[in-house]
């Protein structure tokens, strides 16, 4: 009942959040779920500006309703209503923020939303090497936007910066795996994307 209960708390918060000046080509930045993948990559993706982010996904409007492109563990590349985003039965945080790509033009962002469109059913990239089949979330998004060099690619670290130790999570995902952890290969993240100098805040999608 308390789960039920919350889901419903959650939803009507993001309902009643004024969503009406949405647009499509926006990034919606969500914030931990209770798993262990999560809370992993939060931990070790932590900057002085981030606020906890551990998935994003793209908006696209139509007809009023927001939907969001987005890769998923467990989903791979799929569209959904706002709310289904949310993920509200496993949500910790309340920390849902819209952000917005600076001076793009209407052209640029009807190319990232067909983009978006064709890559829906890849799986998910759960090795988060970027070679490897498929796309982890932030990974769809930086392909996305790739031809405008909205986000840079960085060194993955996939260790605690307070011990320079592997996350547990990290570890027993990889042994799950049967392959290394990929430290030091290129890749993207949550916190570190919403720290790009082209993209701006916007507004806060839940009422805390």
């Not at 793209?58 to 289904?84: A, M, N, Q, R, W």
């Not at 799950?176 to 030091?184: D, Q, R, S, T, V």
Request: charge should be negative; glycine fraction near 6%; include cysteine.
């Amino acid at each position: 009942m308390k789960s039920i209960s919350y889901f419903l708390i959650v939803i009507l918060s993001v309902s009643c959040a004024n969503t009406s000046d949405i647009k499509s080509g926006d990034i919606v930045f969500r914030g931990a779920l209770h798993s262990e993948l999560s809370e992993a990559i939060n931990e070790v993706t932590q900057t002085s500006k981030s606020t906890n982010y551990t998935h994003l996904g793209i908006c696209d409007v139509e007809d009023g309703t927001v939907f969001v492109y987005h890769s998923d563990l467990g989903k791979g590349v799929v569209k959904e209503p706002l709310d289904l985003f949310i993920g509200a039965e496993d949500y910790v945080s309340q920390i849902l923020d819209l952000y917005r790509i600076k001076n793009m033009a209407p052209k640029q962002i009807e190319d990232a939303i067909t983009k978006a469109k064709t890559l829906v059913g890849n799986p998910y990239n759960t090795t988060y090497i970027l070679e490897d089949e498929g796309y982890y979330c932030s990974e769809y998004i930086y392909e996305i936007f790739k031809k405008d060099s909205v986000f840079e690619l960085e060194p993955m670290t996939f260790k605690n910066a307070e011990t320079n130790s592997f996350h547990k999570g990290w570890i027993e995902h990889y042994e799950n795996l049967g392959i290394a952890i990929p430290e030091g290969k290129l890749g993207c993240n949550p916190n570190g994307m919403a720290n790009s100098k082209i993209i701006e805040f916007v507004k806060n999608l839940s009422i805390q």
